[in-house]
């Protein structure tokens, strides 16, 4: 009792980081969402978080809603992250990535409001980062895939700095609508974050899912959003990527076919293309990715997540 009168004494963000922390301790897993409230001179703002959990390769969305009209960035692990707002500007956004890398711990997290009138405040908040559990896993692909000619060399290069790019684009507005839904049915074969080690001795991270399935079935698009790229590259094949703005892509690989273009603005659950073997592949699958900035994320962490 005397514990949580101190609890309860203490200023409103410390108090709301002790008692998430004390949740994922007793409950890891499955604390899928948090609140805080900060005083600003035009009123209460609301901080929210939703995730699936909170561990390397999760992508976590940070809603504010603010009682005058405003602008937000977000900074986190020295990055920065723009907030998209609604009509009103009242009501805000952004999506964050703990990458794959990423040390676990507590990490400081500081949203800068810009009110339309009165004065800009910084709300500084924490997030407990856990160790992510990734497999390893041994496959054999065709020689070429391990063993490059220089002529291999130069084009894995070029194709690098092209995706380099693409994911530098950033579209500050939200393109995506609802939920982000699965792209094929299918059981996952592949999980992200996986060591693979490739004919005993090419090691790389599995950077995406893989989904089976037979040769020809039809890939959807797992939100709406416009096509940065349609190209057969190296080791992913056939290849399509969807830019949904707030430098979120979506990434899809080793298809048969491809029926979209790059410019099309496609819409959620709309056929981009066929399931096949393209790239680096052992047989019929999607691979399936998100990347996020600059660093890759578990595209399932996606689908937990609402969109209004």
């Known amino acids: 009792m005397h514990f949580w009168c101190k609890v309860l004494r203490m200023k409103t963000s410390a108090r709301f980081l002790i008692i998430c922390l004390m949740l994922m301790t007793l409950c890891p897993g499955y604390l899928n969402a948090a609140t805080m409230i900060s005083p600003t001179d ?27 009209p405003a602008s937000a960035v977000l900074s986190f692990d020295g990055k920065e992250y723009t907030f998209t707002s609604d009509d009103t500007k009242r009501k805000h956004f ?33 997030l407990a980062i856990s160790q992510g559990a990734f497999p390893s ?45 699965l792209p094929l049915k299918g059981k996952i074969t592949g999980t992200f974050g996986e060591k ?15 989904i089976r399935s037979p040769r020809g079935a039809p890939v959807m698009a797992s939100n709406s959003g416009e096509v940065a790229l349609v190209r057969d590259l190296y080791f992913s094949g056939n290849t399509v990527i969807v830019n949904h703005g707030l430098g979120l892509f979506s990434i899809y690989c080793h298809m048969s076919k491809v029926i979209v273009r790059k410019g099309d603005f496609i819409d959620k659950g709309e056929s981009i293309g066929y399931t096949g073997s393209t790239g680096r592949s052992t ?7 998100l990347r996020l900035v600059d660093d890759y994320a578990d595209p399932l962490s996606m689908i937990y997540l609402s969109f209004n």
């Open 94 to 126: 952004t999506l964050i990535v703990f990458g794959l890398d990423m040390e676990p711990g507590t990490y400081d997290v500081v949203v800068r409001l810009k009110p339309s009138r009165g004065t800009p405040k910084d709300i500084p908040f924490k």
């Open 283 to 289: 047989g019929p699958h999607l691979h399936w990715g």
């Open 137 to 181: 896993k041994r496959i054999r692909v065709a020689r070429r895939f391990t063993s490059f000619t220089s002529a291999d060399i130069r084009r894995i290069k070029n194709e690098k700095e092209l995706l380099g790019r693409i994911y530098s684009i950033f579209t500050p507005n939200w393109l995506g609508g609802g939920r982000f839904i």
């Open 196 to 210: 693979r080690v490739f004919n005993d001795n090419f090691v790389s991270r599995h950077r995406g899912i893989d």
């Open 42 to 68: 035009e009123g209460e703002v609301t901080i929210s978080s939703e995730y699936r959990r909170l561990s390397q390769g999760e992508i976590v969305k940070i809603s504010l809603q603010s009682p005058v």
